[in-house]
């Protein structure tokens, strides 16, 4: 069973009136056996065959499918000015957007890539194929949204990262990150360095490379990511991956966020079909 809450938001454009729509709906998640909430912001059109391009947003730890429209309610105005679809998946408490090798009731990187993609296709005017999708996320979904894409590159054209935690292994090595949930999804630290670095972004920049596409990564010089993420930039570049990397002022906070993904969406758009 399928549920919606449906909020209509009207703008007037030259007398004419088009409503742009905001969607909680619930996807099934057959490897997880249990539904999966997500919102789905479609901007508003006059004509009834026209497709959109989807951009896929993850959001943060401890945060779900709400927090972005709660937090940004301004993505809506993204999704008007660049005629997208934005969908804001929830993605658990801290499920880190991976298959946990540990968890059956936490399989993320199946239900993204597979599951969900495959439910918006079939229920929303999209262009169904890697042309009209880009994929980006804040802190656990900037580390998300790089790690789906580089594993699945023909499903994204383009990938970001917004203050991404993108080295879990790192994480690991804090003691005041333990409350990440990244042992309940990949297993102890200590007995499972491999499985952590192998579910981590950082470790796998050969998957970047071959993905072959443009990718965005942002993060505040305030930040406590800001290391890991110069570090991930610097191997990167070393590996000759084509991206772009920006550093503003700003720390680990939604204000930050709520600028770039102003920024995010400007870059990432140009990629896809038109």
């Known amino acids: 069973m399928i549920r919606y809450y449906v909020f209509v938001f009207v703008c007037l454009c030259h007398q004419a009136v088009f409503a742009l729509k905001v969607d909680t709906v619930e996807i099934f998640s057959a490897k997880m056996k249990r539904n999966i909430p997500a919102v789905v912001i479609t901007p508003s059109n006059k004509d009834a065959s026209k ?60 239900f993204l890539s597979n599951e969900l993609i495959k439910f918006i296709d079939s229920h929303y005017p999209t262009i169904a194929n890697k042309s009209g999708r880009i994929i980006t996320g804040l802190s656990m979904g900037g580390h998300g949204a790089l790690y789906i894409a580089s594993r699945h590159p023909q499903k994204f054209a383009a990938a970001g990262s917004m203050s991404g935690a993108v080295d879990l292994y790192s994480i690991g090595l804090d003691e005041d990150l333990q409350d990440s949930d990244l042992p309940k999804r990949l297993g102890n630290f200590t007995t499972h360095q491999h499985i952590w670095k192998h579910h981590s972004i950082f470790y796998n920049t050969h998957k970047l490379k071959a993905a072959n596409m443009p ?37 680990h906070n939604w204000e930050y966020w709520s600028q770039s993904i102003v920024n995010q969406v400007a870059y990432l758009h140009k990629y896809l079909k038109k």
Request: aromatic content about 12%; hydrophobic content about 35%.
């Open 51 to 110: 497709r959109f391009p989807v951009l896929y947003l993850l959001h943060g730890l401890s945060d779900d499918h709400t927090k972005w429209i709660k937090t940004v309610p301004a993505i809506k105005n993204l999704a008007e000015q660049y005629q997208i679809i934005i969908v804001c998946p929830d993605g658990g408490y801290g499920s880190w957007y991976v298959d946990s090798p540990i968890d059956p009731t936490y399989q993320y990187e199946t």
């Open 215 to 251: 990718f965005i990564i942002d993060c505040g010089k305030e930040d406590f990511l800001l290391d890991d993420n110069r570090a991930l930039h610097r191997k990167m570049v070393l590996e000759k991956i084509p991206h772009e990397y920006i550093e503003r002022p700003g720390n």
